[in-house]
């Protein structure tokens, strides 16, 4: 196993055991909601915006150990940023997780997002990492449906 796996499993492995933001957000100024029916994950996205900045944001629901832990660490590194930051993340987070797994992710760029490129290992789970990135873009573009990964 290489070391950006070994890493990914342990990352995994905390924040699925001690999710950060948890919980309603409450008053919110950002909403969303998203579901991946292949695996049964649920997410509801809370955000509170201060013009363009994500002031502060939060998740609730129920799902496997990698949604959940995707939403936890997704809210830890979008928290303070901006929506433009937020979406560049977005397509960041896209491009690792569908890049061929004999390409190496750019870690000094990615951050901390890079230990999801463990997740193209698990291509039925990439819906499941993916789930809370797609509902903090409709989130913070005000998209009034709830989101559906299928
Ligand atoms: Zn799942």
């Not at 905390?14 to 049964?40: I, M």
């Not at 936890?72 to 690792?96: C, P, R, W, Y």
């Not at 990439?126 to 913070?140: G, P, Q, V, Y």
Request: charge should be negative.
């Amino acid at each position: 196993m290489s070391e950006l796996n070994e890493l990914y499993q342990q990352v995994i492995l905390d924040h699925n055991k001690n999710p950060r933001n948890y919980g309603a957000l409450k008053p919110c100024t950002h909403f969303s909601e998203g579901f991946n029916p292949l695996c049964g994950d649920h997410f509801d996205i809370y955000a509170v915006m201060d013009g363009d900045t994500i002031k502060d944001i939060s998740f609730e629901g129920s799902g496997c150990a990698i949604s959940k832990s995707s939403a936890s660490i997704m809210t830890s590194l979008v928290k303070g940023k901006t929506k433009a930051e937020a979406e560049t993340m977005i397509e960041q987070f896209q491009d690792l997780v569908t890049m061929p797994m004999d390409q190496q992710p750019d870690e000094d760029k990615l951050g901390k997002l890079a230990v999801f490129a463990g997740v193209r290992e698990f291509p039925a789970r990439i819906k499941c990492a993916s789930l809370a990135w797609h509902t903090l873009k409709a989130a913070i573009e005000q998209q009034p449906k709830a989101i559906s990964t299928e």
